[in-house]
């Protein structure tokens, strides 16, 4: 059984950081897209950053400059570093990893509370 287990969130003042992180277990994601995406009460869920198999990553405009995206192969683990956060960055925070190859599939965490006071 493939699960992906979040943990880092929090409350923080404006300014403060915060480290995301998602452990992967039941599949190697070496050949697959890891990222972080967010969602906030009746908003569509929303790509906050990604990192390919190959190390390619991608940020949100809102967020780049920012947020670090990286991952351990080695571990199955992909991680967000969220610098100089702002209130609105506060969101439940949603790992992600999917692969459009052979196989294709996608697998998405339970969320983790990010809020962000001013």
């Not at 439940?92 to 990010?114: E, F, K, L």
Request: a positive charge; charged letters at 15%.
């Amino acid at each position: 059984q493939v699960q992906l287990m979040e943990s880092g969130g929090g409350l923080v003042q404006a300014g403060g950081s915060l480290t995301l992180s998602c452990a992967g277990s039941g599949r190697v994601f070496s050949a697959a897209t890891m990222g972080w995406y967010r969602q906030a009460p009746g908003k569509q869920r929303e790509m906050v950053a990604t990192v390919s198999s190959g190390g390619i990553t991608k940020y949100a405009d809102a967020v780049d400059g920012r947020f670090s995206i990286y991952r351990d192969n080695r571990k199955n683990t992909v991680t967000m570093q969220m610098n100089n956060l702002e209130p609105e960055d506060t969101d439940v925070y949603y790992c992600n990893v999917r692969r459009a190859g052979t196989p294709t599939y996608v697998y998405w965490g339970q969320g983790t509370q990010v809020t962000v006071s001013s």
